[in-house]
């Protein structure tokens, strides 16, 4: 069975730092994607960052400078600086994979909150 199990929410004032861990297991599959989005009440779920297998990484135009994905093996993490009280909201890591098939298949981890007071 296939788990994404997040850590490193909480609350911070404006300015601060945050780092967010998610791991990955129970993957058969090669990783294409793994990453973050983010969701506020009342609003649909928005892309934050994501680093492919190769390395290359993206980056919502709100966070960039601010935030940085990173990888280690299947674990993500995503490094948040300058945390303003708009990056306040439930964030989700995800993991994209290639089927056998050949198709993709994206993973969710459970979320974790992030608070930042002004």
């Known amino acids: 069975q296939v788990q994404l199990v997040e850590s490193g929410g909480g609350s911070v004032q404006a300015g601060g730092s945050l780092r967010l861990s998610c791991t990955a297991s129970g993957l058969s599959s090669r990783i294409n994607y793994m990453g973050w989005h983010r969701q506020t009440p009342g609003n649909r779920r928005t892309f934050v960052a994501s680093?492919?297998?190769?390395?290359d990484t993206n980056y919502a135009t709100a966070v960039k400078g601010r935030f940085t994905v990173s990888r280690d093996q299947r674990t993500v993490f995503l490094e948040m600086n300058n945390l303003k009280s708009e990056d306040t909201a439930v964030y989700y890591c995800?993991?994209?994979?290639?089927?056998?098939?050949?198709?993709?298949?994206?993973?969710w981890g459970q979320g974790t909150q992030v608070t930042v007071s002004s």
């Open positions: 680093i492919h297998n190769g390395g």
């Open positions: 995800y993991t994209s994979i290639l089927q056998q098939d050949g198709s993709p298949f994206t993973y």
